[in-house]
């Protein structure tokens, strides 16, 4: 157990709706990380925060936004879904600024867009 | 741009013999990180082992150590003496100082499959 809790784990939902994935970093871990794997993309980072703040941006579209809250707690909020958004979200935490050190990963949540 | 280029989509090996996954990486950078996570069917990810690329030493964790070619910008993981639980999804990864600040780059990956 990494420490990291994703929640929600499975969500279906359908093409031009909205939803919000949420992530509780591991104890005493100050930034997130959320990242998009799908099966052709790969791994792709797409937002990082740290103590509240965004610090880093990938490739996250236009339709997408996230926010860390005061209690460190983040949450991805995915709207006007499309089929190719279907995909693995992963959540991270570590203690640091930067992800030079160990990243502790939740087990992600699996979107589905029908 | 930062990349990272893993070369072998899927690999076998037996239990108890050894096997080397291969990775490259492409950066103008001269202080960074690299990785190897792994993702079990369990699909959780988890660090195998870290690199920084300022250290000549290759990184070692028990069973699993790095070949960092700095010059060659190569960055293999060796997995000895392979135990059934090692097989998963093995991802290099690179961070940097630069344009790279706060993104880990994640290639491809490589499926491992140790049979018994």
Redesign the interface.
């Known amino acids: 157990d ?1 420490g990291v809790t994703q929640t929600p784990k499975h969500l279906i939902t359908a093409t031009g709706q909205r939803v919000t994935l949420r992530c509780s970093p591991r104890s005493g871990d100050l930034s997130v ?1 959320w990242y998009q794997q799908s099966l052709d993309q ?2 792709q ?1 797409l937002i ?1 925060y740290y103590n509240g703040e965004e ?2 941006k ?1 490739n996250i579209l236009e339709r997408f936004s996230a926010q860390q809250f005061p209690d460190l707690h983040s949450e991805l909020n995915l709207s006007s879904l499309e089929l190719g958004d279907s995909a ?1 979200y ?1 959540c ?1 935490s570590s203690v640091s ?7 502790f ?4 949540s699996r979107l589905t867009v029908l | 741009a930062q990349t990272v280029t893993q070369s072998q989509p899927e690999m076998s090996v037996q239990e108890a013999e050894t096997v080397t996954l291969s990775c490259t990486y492409d950066t103008s950078e001269n202080n960074y990180y690299l990785f190897w996570y792994k993702q079990p069917p369990s699909r959780q990810m988890i660090l195998v082992i870290r690199q920084e690329a300022y250290k000549q030493q290759n990184a070692t964790e028990n069973r699993f150590s790095v070949n960092f070619q700095k010059a060659a910008k190569s960055f293999s993981l060796k997995i000895s003496d392979s135990q059934l639980g090692d097989t998963a999804m093995y991802f290099c990864a690179f961070t940097g100082s630069g344009t790279s600040y706060g993104k880990l780059t994640f290639g491809q990956g490589t499926i491992l499959t140790v049979h018994p």
């Open positions: 990494s990380y790969g791994l980072f990082q610090r880093a990938g693995l992963f991270a600024e930067r992800p030079t050190g160990e990243l990963f939740g087990e992600g």
